[in-house]
């Protein structure tokens, strides 16, 4: 039988720190654990309504994939990214933090198996671009569905000063409610740069959607 490799939007999404999730929970009795419940809820949740709409969400370790049949209307691809950052905004309010990209291209999954040149594009943005908590869009996307440039103001995508554009999973929310979440995170003490370096964004990101400013000043007086 012949596999039918179709023309998808993938994304390709990482959950940052989850080593130490793992580590943590592997280690505790039912009762004690802090991650495991909360995201096989959100991914049952999830998993629900994506399914109701066509798309598929795969979650193996830290790494997720959804997908959903490619159409260069605007309407179709503005729901798959609101969709998104639904998603990535229930792990945020959760306390996990992800990065990733999305991409398009020939896609096929079929229960345990995945073949998908999509995936290959989205996991390279991923790993190579997104450096902070961002899902970042493909320029190709991007330029095939907006050939014009011009992106409507009510798409959640937002550009960065790098010229990077990513899913602004931060619009049209309740602002105490994400201040609360960015202001205990950035209140941590943390002795990893590359943890620190990722709240400071999340606080830069948090000050530039909501105008407000509590993120840490980038340069301190001494004297």
């Not at 992106?151 to 790098?162: F, N, Q, V």
């Not at 994400?178 to 941590?188: P, Y």
């Amino acid at each position: 039988m012949a596999v039918a490799l179709e023309l998808n939007f993938v994304a390709f999404i990482d959950l940052l720190g989850f080593s130490e999730m793992v580590l943590h929970d592997c280690k505790q009795p039912p009762g004690k654990r802090k991650y495991v419940e909360k995201l096989k809820q959100i991914h049952d949740e999830t998993a629900k309504v994506f399914s109701e709409k066509g798309y598929q969400i795969t979650q193996f370790s830290d790494s997720i994939v959804i997908s959903a049949p490619f159409n260069n209307e605007k309407n179709s691809f503005g729901s798959f990214v609101t969709e998104i950052a639904d998603y990535q905004y229930r792990l945020f309010l959760a306390g996990f933090l992800c990065r990733g990209g999305v991409a398009h291209g020939k896609h096929f999954i079929d229960g345990t198996f995945l073949f998908s040149d999509g995936l290959i594009g989205a996991y390279h943005l991923e790993s190579s671009r997104a450096r902070f908590p961002r899902i970042i869009l493909s320029d190709d996307l991007l330029d095939l569905v907006f050939p014009d440039k011009t992106i409507p103001s009510e798409i959640y995508i937002l550009e960065e000063s790098d010229g990077i554009k990513f899913i602004d999973y931060f619009k049209e929310r309740n602002v105490t409610e994400v201040e609360g979440k960015v202001a205990s995170l950035l209140s941590q003490t943390v002795t990893s740069d590359n943890v620190r370096e990722k709240y400071y964004w999340l606080g830069n990101y948090f000050d530039h959607v909501f105008s407000k400013t509590i993120s840490h000043p980038r340069f301190v007086t001494t004297a």
